[in-house]
Each structure stands twice: as C-alpha cells, then as structure tokens.
C-alpha cells in the first residue's frame, strides 16, 4: 500500500472509533438546551455529566485569531443544535491545569511539552493533532534592531537582545510572561539564542504583561517594542496596531502546533465525554479540516490542517 493511502487509512480510522465511540454515547444521552455562564468551569463537582453543555478551555490564540467564534462554534452549533458549547479562553499552561483537575471537558492547546507531560500522568488520554501555523515576530515599522533578514529566530532574538542591552531605558521586548504557549516558546527561542532571561527581575528593556495575545499587541504597539505572537492573532488585530509590522517571515523554527487533548473520564465522571470526542471528531474529519483551511483573515490562509499527523512524541507503553 503506498504511504499517502496508508496515512490516509490511519487518519480515517482513527476519524472512524472517535465518532463511533461519540455517537453511542451522544445515542444514550438525553441532551438539551444550556446556558450559564464560562464560571461553570470552575464548578465541576456534580456526580454526573450535564449532557446540555461542553465546557471547553483554549488558548487565547484560537479565540483572539478568530477561529472559535467564526469557524468552530457556529460548526458545532448547527451540527448540535440542543448542547451549548462554552469556551474559555485561557494560557495553555491554566487550560491544562484545568484539564488535570477536570474542570472542563476538553481543551485547545499548543504546549507540547506540557500536554505530554499530562499524557504521562494519564490526566490526558489522546492527543489529536489538528493544524498548525507559524509564530512570528512583529516590531516598530522601522525595525531599530535590524530583525528582518535574520536567519533564524534564534538570531532575531540576538538581535533584539543586543539592541535591548544599547538602549536600556527603552521598552524594547513585551513578554506574555504568563504560563502560555507562546510564552513557553518565546523561552526556547531565548535558550536557543544563549541568552537567559531572569522573570524575576529581567532587563530594563523587558517588561511582561501577564495578559492574552491580544493584550500584549496591543501594549506592544503603545510602547513601540517588539514581541512573540502567532501568526493569525496578528493579522486579525493588524488594522488596529498601526505602530507594528511583521519583522520576521515564517520559519521552519517558529512552527505552532495546535492539538485538542481529551481528560481521564475515568478519574472525572462528571465530564461530557461524549461531546469532547464529538468535537475531537469533527476537528479531525475531512469537514472539520476544509472548514479550517478556508478560513483566512484578508485572504490569507492562516491554519493549516494535519489531522494526518499522528502524534508519536509521546505513547502510552504497549504493555504497562
């Protein structure tokens, strides 16, 4: 069988057990309308599922880029019309911690590390891979550190490392500082430079916002700095962040994964399960992946899907 069928084989039978094991369990549920409000997340306490509702926890980037409310929820709104899905949009590093506890009944992530990390407790029990995009790198017009060009993002931070240093009275660098993906990407790419930055008491030049992607462009943007943001986060705020432009063009090194992780219902009877692999299902299907291949902001494509790719970075032993 050549590879391409073969890949295919596996993506669609893994398509195949998530929507049969969804539909048995959506067959003996008895949904309904919902409401309340994203503080349900933190009440998860209840002896049994509420089949009305799928409490979701994401990155900011997904909401901020304008995936969830354009193209992910009205999907699963018209597909499951009586389950209200309710979504928080928070730093990887809260989702997963969410996740852990089970206070929510899936999450949208992109901190491979981490969701490995969970896999390895058992807190997370699949891991499905299903676009990606690229981070990039957005500074002042005039780019005073001489990033575009560079080679790497490794060597774009140099760079903004170096002019950082000659002008410590500027803000030159706003960090999420927060427990995100980004951040913990932003943090490689320095490890990968040579260059520590201490969180505790970082450079002049440095400051953190603690805040969501959105946020932090925009005080980018007020302070003239430069800073770490995804791809389609950037475009869809670009209009309003007039004191930036893209300083660095994707790179093989600034690759962002985006993967939807299923909870332990084992270890978390309360959750909706079966909505969780229902929306695992659709993101992984051919539908869910045309659907975010089309979405573009001004015309350019901005998540590219891989549903095909299975993860092996991290496995469960054949044998425990």
């Given at each position: 069988m050549p590879r391409t069928t073969k890949r295919r084989a596996v993506r669609w039978s893994i398509v195949a057990a998530l929507g049969a094991i969804a539909l048995l369990a959506l067959t003996f549920s008895n949904f309904a309308s919902g409401g309340g409000t994203s503080k349900a997340a933190s009440q998860r306490l209840a002896a049994a599922p509420d089949y009305t509702q799928l409490l979701l926890e994401t990155t900011t980037s997904v909401r901020d880029s304008g995936l969830m409310d354009k193209v992910v929820v009205p999907a699963w709104q018209a597909r499951y019309p009586d389950v209200t899905i309710k979504y928080v949009a928070v730093g990887s590093g809260q989702a997963l911690a969410d996740a852990a506890a089970g206070n929510c009944d899936a999450v949208i992530v992109h901190s491979p590390a981490a969701e490995q990390a969970l896999q390895r407790t058992g807190d997370i029990t699949a891991r499905l891979l299903f676009a990606y995009n690229y981070f990039t790198i957005v500074g002042p017009k005039s780019d005073p550190a001489h990033v575009s060009g560079s080679a790497s993002a490794a060597a774009a931070?140099?760079?903004?490392?170096?002019?950082?240093?000659?002008?410590p009275k500027k803000v030159v660098w706003v960090s999420r500082g927060d427990n995100s993906g980004t951040y913990v990407k932003e943090l490689q790419i320095w490890?990968?430079?040579?260059?520590?930055?201490?969180?505790?008491?970082p450079p002049s030049w440095y400051i953190s916002t603690g805040a969501a992607m959105g946020q932090t462009l925009t005080t980018t943007n007020q302070?003239?700095?430069?800073?770490?943001?995804?791809?389609?986060?950037?475009l869809n705020n670009k209009s309003s962040l007039t004191a930036l432009k893209q300083v660095l063009s994707t790179r093989k090194d600034m690759k962002n994964q985006y993967s939807i992780d299923l909870l332990n219902q084992?270890?978390?009877?309360?959750?909706?399960?079966?909505?969780?692999?229902a929306l695992a299902g659709w993101l992984v299907s051919k539908i869910g992946q045309q659907a975010i291949a089309h979405y573009k902001i001004n015309g350019t494509q901005v998540f590219f899907p891989n549903s095909y790719a299975i993860s092996t970075e991290w496995l469960p032993p054949l044998n425990p």
């Open positions: 931070f140099k760079a903004i490392y170096k002019y950082g240093q000659k002008h490890k990968s430079a040579g260059i520590t930055i201490n969180a505790t008491t302070k003239n700095a430069y800073t770490l943001t995804d791809i389609a986060t950037w084992a270890a978390h009877p309360a959750i909706n399960s079966a909505a969780a692999e």
